[in-house]
């Protein structure tokens, strides 16, 4: 069954920057799935922010274009989201999955709070 674990989260002044990682086991071939970081705040859906394909291509939630970027060590298992120039807004608790995800495989997130 895959597992995936998110950290680096924290607390961060705005402006500030953080590196999530996401460490994949058990998933077969990871490299052929895309993957996606999600966040969900507070009274809010769970959203995607950034998707990363089997070839790399990326996209991103508008909400964080310009200042996320969404990498992929394949040969690590591992999903990576620098988030830079950090808000508010960005406060949540963020995950990584595949896209579209599975509900087998959310883990326990990594929570993100930017605050003064």
């Known amino acids: 069954q895959a597992q995936l674990v998110e950290s680096g989260g924290g607390v961060v002044q705005p402006g500030g920057s953080l590196r999530l990682s996401c460490a994949a086991s058990?998933?077969?071939?990871?490299?052929?799935?895309?993957m996606g970081w999600y966040r969900q705040a507070p009274g809010k859906q769970r959203e995607l922010v950034a998707a990363?394909?089997?070839?790399?291509?990326?996209n991103y939630a508008d909400s964080v274009k310009g200042r996320f970027t969404i990498s992929r060590d394949n040969a690590k298992n591992t999903v990576y989201l620098q988030m830079n120039s950090l808000k508010p807004e960005d406060t949540a608790v963020y995950y990584c999955?595949?896209?579209?995800?599975?509900?087998?495989?959310w883990g326990q997130g990594t929570q993100v709070t930017v605050s003064s």
């Open positions: 999955n595949t896209n579209p995800f599975s509900n087998k495989n």
């Open positions: 990363i394909s089997c070839g790399g291509g990326t």
């Open positions: 058990g998933i077969t071939f990871f490299n052929i799935y895309t």
